[in-house]
């Protein structure tokens, strides 16, 4: 079992920044790929971005250039930095993780339980 527990989210104002964390505890040594989705109400969960060790961080385009995912392995730790925030990323966000590398939404291995980011215009 791993345990997610996201923390960072909150209301800001369009073009503000947000730092996004998943703490992961448990069997962390099942983790392979870790990342971030989204849902904004009445749309479906979205992938934004995924990290795995060696391997080149995915965005989804409406975010690149504006987020930057990390991973801090020695804290278990995954943040997510979002800068130039638009109303359109207003969500809720969630941490996920993958035991395989198939980016896949059926394929989540465990899912936090979430963060509201609210940005307003």
């Known amino acids: 079992q791993v345990q997610l527990v996201e923390s960072g989210g909150g209301w800001v104002q369009a073009g503000s920044s947000l730092r996004l964390s998943c703490a992961a505890s448990g069997n962390i040594s099942s983790i392979n790929v870790m990342g971030w989705y989204r849902q904004a109400p009445g749309k479906e969960r979205d992938l934004v971005a995924a990290i795995s060790s060696g391997s080149t961080p995915y965005y989804v385009d409406s975010v690149k250039g504006r987020f930057t995912i990390s991973r801090d392995n020695a804290k278990n730790t995954l943040y997510l930095q979002m800068n130039t925030l638009k109303s359109e990323d207003t969500a809720m966000y969630y941490c996920?993780?993958?035991?395989?590398?198939?980016?896949?939404?059926?394929?989540?291995?465990?899912w936090g339980q979430g963060t509201q980011v609210t940005v307003s215009s």
């Open positions: 996920a993780v993958w035991a395989g590398r198939v980016l896949a939404r059926t394929q989540v291995s465990y």
